[in-house]
């Protein structure tokens, strides 16, 4: 008797279970596919060591915004200038990268050019750059 009845407590649990995580999805209406990510800006001159933070919008095939989407970053040449995991670039050396948002199977670039400043303080004490 005990037996059979801790597979009852086993098998309700199971269904309760199922049932919950049914009700966490929506099937009727499932979330909206992410069609197109931009970037702004789309290009940016940095100086070394400066920082310039991006911002990525997706998009559904409407053109509505879908807020609260994961999005990925990635810098073609982290050698030049990376890019943290909320669009923080950091100027690292001269030259030029791409930078790529992904969310979902979409992606967006934004062209970053990195320069460096050199500076001379000339007998007159003038700063020339």
Known sequence: MEREMRKV???SSTIL???WLGACSDPVNPPASVVSVTITPEAATLVVPGRYKLAATARDANGNILSGRRVAWV???PDVATVDTSGLVTALSEGATT???TSGSASGVAMIHVVTVTCKIGKDGIIDC
């Open 17 to 19: 279970a199922l049932v």
């Open 99 to 101: 930078v790529t948002a």
């Open 75 to 77: 810098s073609q040449r």
């Open 9 to 11: 407590v086993r098998a």
